[in-house]
T-cell receptor, first 111, second 111 residues
Framework: TQLLEQSPQFLSIQEGENLTVYCNSSSVFSSLQWYRQEPGEGPVLLVTVVTGGEVKKLKRLTFQFGDARKDSSLHITAAQPGDTGLYLCAGALDSWGKLQFGAGTQVVVTP | NAGVTQTPKFQVLKTGQSMTLQCAQDMNHNSMYWYRQDPGMGLRLIYYSASEGTTDKGEVPNGYNVSRLNKREFSLRLESAAPSQTSVYFC??????????FGPGTRLTVT
């Protein structure tokens, strides 16, 4: 059972365009993380959001945690080819670090 | 600083063969995890070790065993490999319990 639903599954855009990836659940998470994974490599942590309504910015990436801590979004402004990758959200299930991952959104940015 | 290392990087097994995937981290993290990643499924937790000397089942533990050899090392064993275990396996570690650092993965094919 996939507790975390990511949408869209695939996104192909031109360089300079904006994009948003969504992560939704019916469960409440104590925190939520976003990772980016490139082909042949392991996921790399981008950000952790903890407080409902929290907004974090990482250069051109903006992350938001829903007020009820059930959903999150990742917005990329003026996407670049280097933003290409699989974006994964993961919600914390307990205090021991067990994470529930979404299936991922594959983002392709073409020059 | 190597972070999380995994061996081997690639492996092909025949049905019924056994093998052990090795994982080591040099960040002095207490918690370690084993995941499998299949297309469209995201990352699913197989087993985790919250601290040295403890291991617990994750979402998909059947067909696997683990050993937390010491604080640095956490191995995953397939006693009798099955084609359904064809996947990419990732080891991860964390200190905070939530922010996980991943290895490069082991690509396993069972024929």
């Amino acid at each position: 059972t996939q507790l975390l639903e990511q949408s869209p599954q695939f996104l192909s855009i031109q360089e300079g365009e904006n994009l948003t990836v969504y992560c939704n659940s019916s469960s409440v998470f104590s925190s939520l993380q976003w990772y980016r994974q490139e082909p042949g490599e392991g996921p790399v942590l981008l950000v952790t959001v903890v407080t409902g309504g929290e907004v974090k910015k990482l250069k051109r990436l903006t992350f938001q945690f829903g007020d009820a801590r059930k959903d999150s979004s990742l917005h990329i402004t003026a996407a670049q080819p280097g933003d290409t990758g699989l974006y994964l959200c993961a919600g914390a299930l307990d205090s021991w670090g067990k994470l529930q991952f979404g299936a991922g959104t594959q983002v392709v940015v073409t020059p | 600083n190597a972070g999380v290392t995994q061996t081997p990087k690639f492996q092909v097994l025949k049905t019924g063969q056994s093998m052990t995937l090795q994982c080591a981290q040099d960040m002095n993290h207490n918690s370690m995890y084993w995941y499998r990643q299949d297309p469209g499924m995201g990352l699913r937790l197989i087993y985790y070790s919250a601290s040295e000397g403890t291991t617990d089942k994750g979402e998909v533990p059947n067909g696997y065993n683990v050993s937390r050899l010491n604080k640095r090392e956490f191995s995953l064993r397939l006693e009798s490999a099955a084609p359904s275990q064809t996947s990419v396996y990732f080891c991860a570690s964390s200190e905070m319990g939530y922010e996980q650092y991943f290895g490069p993965g082991t690509r396993l094919t069972v024929t």
